[in-house]
């Protein structure tokens, strides 16, 4: 990760985040927020399902970072849950930084993402925003 952070210092390209998030509301109220903190600094593009985030990576546009709903299969039936997807681009991509961003109530499944280190995990509440912050700020450094 060091050798990319100093590529992307000499290249001068702005951070890439892709939001995977089936609500739309809440994913443009989360975009505001790091628009306001970050600026000019990030990219965000959003997805409703982690099938066409991962079709544009196959394309070969490669995000920084993804942050990714875990119920994703609410809205979109046919939709992967986003702890499958995440595993699976965490096998593909290990270079992504990975964050399952949920109000998920099921403490095992969250153990389970921790200790197998496929990803983060930042739970959606009154504090969430700030914590994604929080750790964007960690990965432009």
Known sequence: MKLFEKNKEKTNTKFLIYLVEDNKIYARELEFYLKSKFGEKIVLNYFPVAEVAEDKIESGEIPDLIIMDHFLNVKYEDAEDGFFALR????????IHLI???????????????????????????DGFKKLEDEIKILLN
Not at 102 to 121: F, G, P, Q, R, V
């Open 88 to 95: 699976r681009l965490n096998r593909k991509h290990p270079d």
């Open 100 to 126: 399952l961003h949920s109000s998920m109530e099921n403490k095992n499944l969250s153990l389970k993402i921790i200790d197998k280190n496929i990803c983060s995990y930042i739970a959606k509440g009154a």
